[in-house]
């Protein structure tokens, strides 16, 4: 029997990262200090692909989506959000750069269980969701934080890539922006709890971009992907123009009606919708994300 249970405990685990965004998301993976590196720890991701990653036991680190990337004339690899400053595809051991949504994991901890996350502590840039496959446990559900945020971040948080402030590329932590104490916790302790932390032995996980409801992306979205001109119709008849210029692909959602707004947060496998306008939906899903998702590490 504890032969068996032993056994149990050293299984690897394997993530399966998928890209359900209308845009390339570049992943980064970085290992905790003192545990081995994975086989990749950068790559590409195209839209609607997926990968699969096979982790040893006892694994922990976090992932994030890099976006906004692109390589200069010297081969200098760059992202404008989650970039991790290798100047390469793989990150190799440093982390991302805030504002990032990260998905933390530390396998084969405490009693066997993994524990895991989805935590804004450090800003906001992508919708991520964490899905347990065949696992068990009290506390073993998916988390994340599905909403599209940057188009309602407020103004003193928004990062643009433009002068005037508009087209959102990501959301700082009001901690990074400001620097105060009172949106630090500065002295505090990161209690977990079973609202932000998550617990399950024996499963593997699904790591996605984007939601099924939730891949509506923000115009002007650019990436190195492309060379060509496409149309496509999105969610709700809405129709979306990419055109590749410069090593960039520029993407513009044309919306007939109301833009889509799918304001959907998920805490312990359930769904909450919120009907709020898009300031206020984004100002609340922010602030209650980052009171609820502290960090494992």
Not at 62 to 74: A, E, V, Y
């Amino acid at each position: 029997m504890e032969l068996y249970l032993s056994f149990l405990c050293t299984q690897a685990t394997t993530f399966t990262i998928v890209n359900n965004c209308n845009y390339v998301v570049w992943p980064g993976i970085l290992s905790n200090a003192g545990v081995p590196a994975l086989p990749t720890t950068g790559f590409t991701l195209r839209r609607r692909e997926t990968k699969t990653i096979t982790a040893p036991p006892s694994w922990g680190g976090r992932f994030w989506g890099r976006t906004h990337c692109s390589q200069d004339s010297t081969g200098k690899f760059s992202c404008l959000t989650g970039d991790c400053g290798s100047g390469k595809l793989e990150c190799s051991g440093n982390g991302a750069a805030p504002p990032a949504t990260l998905a933390e994991f530390t396998l084969d901890g405490a009693c066997g269980f993994d524990f895991f996350d989805v935590s804004l502590v450090d800003g906001y840039n992508s919708p991520m969701l964490v899905v347990p496959e065949g696992g068990k446990g009290q506390n073993c559900s998916s988390t994340g934080c599905v909403v599209d945020l940057n188009g309602s971040c407020p103004s003193e948080l928004r990062v643009t890539s433009t002068s005037d402030g508009r087209g959102g590329l990501a959301c700082r932590s009001a901690c990074e922006a400001f620097r105060q104490p009172q949106y630090c916790c500065s002295g505090a302790y990161a209690y977990d709890d079973k609202t932000s932390t998550f617990t399950c032995a024996n499963a593997d996980y699904t790591v996605t971009f984007c939601s099924p409801n939730t891949s509506q992306k923000s115009p002007q979205e650019p990436t190195t992907q492309g060379g060509d001109t496409e149309t496509t119709a999105t969610q709700g008849g809405d129709t979306e123009t990419t055109a590749t210029q410069g090593g960039y692909t520029g993407t513009t959602t044309t919306t007939p009606s109301s833009p889509l707004s799918n304001r959907t947060m998920v805490y312990e496998g359930f769904f909450d919708e919120i009907g709020a306008s898009h300031p206020i939906a984004g100002t609340i899903g922010m602030t209650v994300a980052i009171l609820w998702s502290w960090q494992l590490f």
